[in-house]
């Protein structure tokens, strides 16, 4: 009889296994890679208007940062914010938005991406914004591979192994006073609302001193950035091959 019990109680540990198996395949549980890819091949889909959580892996990012992968389908035009929330006193992660096409086997500090258009941190609260150029499915690294090196956005210390959560949200293109909004910059008519999307390329001028303009004040990595984000959309227009060489006259897209 106690053979009998011992049995038993075993097949019920046994089911309760099984049973945790399935819920876990038919998505009654978390599944492990909600936390985010270790890889780009094995990133997460972001869920639009809800809380996504993760944590960074330990140096697998290039240079030996640390990160976690996520993808996203995003349509040219579409304004895009993602606030990430750490445990307090703890420093939250930068997300880097890549360029639909980028992989693990051509992500870099040179892979590109789409540039924020406003970034800000208070405390362990991060929040970022850009404009979608592309459409496609773009790559969200959560890491601390830090674009802007100094200043209060940096997140070079966030660690790998903690816990965040961040909230990505989407507004469609035709909200033509939010693009204003988010893409002006006190500049003197420099942003891109104020001239239309377009520019006259001026004797003298570069895509370096253009792309200074749109962004304002800015750090290098943010102006390089810029820059190929403005030879992607006009390299065919320029002609040249080449984003050192443009020519006075020609008409450039901003956006």
């Known amino acids: 009889m ?17 049973a945790i198996a399935a819920l ?24 639009l208007n809800k809380p996504n959580r993760g944590s960074l892996y330990d140096s697998n990012f290039y240079s030996g940062f640390s990160a976690a992968f996520y993808a996203a389908q995003f349509n040219e035009g ?37 540039n924020p258009v406003s970034t800000t ?13 592309d459409t496609g499915v773009y790559v969200l690294a959560m890491t601390n591979a830090d674009i802007f090196l100094s200043g209060p956005a940096q997140c070079l210390d966030a660690p790998s192994g903690s816990p965040f959560t961040f909230t ?10 939010s693009s204003k ?5 006190g500049n003197g008519g420099g ?12 004797p003298g001028q570069s895509l370096w001193v253009i792309a200074q303009s749109v962004v304002g004040r ?8 810029q820059v190929r984000r403005l030879w992607r959309l006009n390299s065919a227009r320029i002609g040249t091959g080449d984003p050192d060489l443009i020519y006075a006259g020609q008409e450039l897209r901003l956006k």
Do not use: Y
Request: net charge neutral; charged share 15%.
């Open 78 to 114: 579409d304004r895009i914010s993602i606030k990430t929330v750490a445990k307090d006193g703890v420093t939250p992660p930068c997300q880097i938005l890549f360029m639909p096409g980028t992989d693990d086997t051509n992500v870099s500090s040179t892979s590109p991406i789409e």
């Open 218 to 225: 800015a750090s290098i990595a943010q102006i390089a950035f």
């Open 191 to 202: 942003g891109v609302g104020s001239s239309g999307g377009t520019r006259v390329v001026k």
């Open 168 to 177: 990505v949200k989407v507004s469609h293109e035709g909200g033509e006073s």
């Open 24 to 47: 876990c395949l038919l998505g009654g549980a978390p599944a492990a890679h909600a936390n985010g890819g270790k890889t780009i091949a094995t990133a997460s889909g972001v869920d």
């Open 121 to 133: 941190r208070h405390g362990s609260v991060d929040g970022q914004r850009w404009v979608a150029t």
């Open 2 to 18: 106690q053979l009998k019990e011992g049995i038993h109680g075993a097949d019920r540990v046994w089911f309760v296994a099984i």
């Open 181 to 185: 909004q988010s893409g002006g910059s």
